[in-house]
């Protein structure tokens, strides 16, 4: 019997697709530039089918790619182009299983979307405070495994801080029960911070238990045009010794990104940004007075000549008109062509410096190409995005961005992941001893090889 027959045994018609058509969309990666190849798609709709799923695959020799949303920026979620894989949706896995306000905790289970889970959070009055442009399909399972970043980092921390508990089934099939919801627990080694941006190459998660805060009464989103990175540092800076303790999002257009959403999607913003920057912030707080406050910081930045213009929004809607400019940029990016993308962090004081020294990196090419530079400032992780011309080697352009990162003590991956795209650059710049450490790890939580190969280590 084929593991595809296998497998429809033991998870019913459901729980298997086999033909090329049905699987077309789980073996192209997001951003469309890796196909990779499956002996077929498994969708288990429990954990206990899902460690089914990991006994089978292990008797037949083929490994596993788990795979949320597939939203993932690095082509960690979808099969290498060659080989026999066997692909692990956790798409029929979408249960809330409980949502507790005052213990301020969400359990839901992997293919769960981050959407769904926001709005259960908020319809209890808490907040989940992970977002991203991606949410309305990326899944709770995908997010833990990429330990994803976003917006709201400056304020609450990555997802990894988010993770009360977790779910995971190991390489045997062996189910760890580790749902715990408590806040406090120093009894062992915390394991579950393995599993949390393994990108899949430990275990499959099956369902976590997620943090909560309580949601803030008051938001107050606001966009200003500054002449550079720098202006912009000292907005964040002017922003923390006000009202520190109230900054949620502190977020950063390039004059390229303005340009790309105006010809790409006919989006404009709605201050002058001269050929400028623009910066999107948000504070949020469930005391009164939050308006004033930030009144009061914009009206300082402008005399300060720290902006040049600033609009705040007075309502719902022009917010969501102002998020929409910052939610779009990578759809206005793929519209614009083939780019190189650098998900970088350096420390957040660094951030204009390394801006420019890697515009000058890239001013010494043959052909200076243009860069789609934005992110989240508040935590120095810049999306250093090269849009790319028929002249340009990738290769060439990666290092180059790479080198001058490194040389800032920075990270080569602040939050989408090595996946496949940055596996070689990676074990290029890595400390050799942390990359040891990392493979010690895989080669005792899957000593087989089992979960996501070519993923992280690239072999
Ligand atoms: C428009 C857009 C904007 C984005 N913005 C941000 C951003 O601001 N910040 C940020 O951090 N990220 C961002 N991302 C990328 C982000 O990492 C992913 O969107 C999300 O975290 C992945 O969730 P997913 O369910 O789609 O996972 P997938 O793409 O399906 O998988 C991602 C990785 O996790 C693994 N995986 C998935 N599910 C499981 C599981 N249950 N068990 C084990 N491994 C699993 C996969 O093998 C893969 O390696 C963005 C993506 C897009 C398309």
Redesign the pocket.
Known sequence: MSLAERLEKALGPQGVIADAAGMARYLT??KRSVTGEALCVARPASTGEVAKVVRLAAEAGVPI??????????A??VPLPAGRQLLLS?ERMRAIRACDPVGLALEAE??CV?QTAQERAKAEGCLLPIS???EG???????????????NVLRYG??RAQVLGLE?VLADGQIVRGLRRLRKNNAGYDWKQL?IG????L????AAVLRLVPLPRHQVTSLLAVESPAAALELLALAQREIGDQISMFELMSPTSVELLATELGRAAPIEAGGGWLVLTEFASSLPGLAEAAEAVLAAALEQGIAHDAVLAQSEAQRAALWSLR?HL??AELRAGPSAKHDVSVPVSAAPAFLAAADRALAGEPSPPRVNAFG?LGDGNIHYNVLLGQAHDVGRINRLVHDVVTAMGGSISA???L?QYRVAEWARVAPPEEVALARSVKRQVDPQGR??PG?IFGD
């Open positions: 990666d997001w790619v788990p795979q949320g949303g597939n939203t993932g920026l690095s960690g979620a956790l992997a293919g981050l991203f442009a991606a399909s990326a899944t709770v399972g995908g997010v833990v495994s990429t330990n994803a970043g976003g917006v990555m997802t995971v599993f393994a990108e899949g190459t275990g499959v998660v099956t939610e990578p759809e989240h939050e989408h992941g996946g979960f996501n993923k």
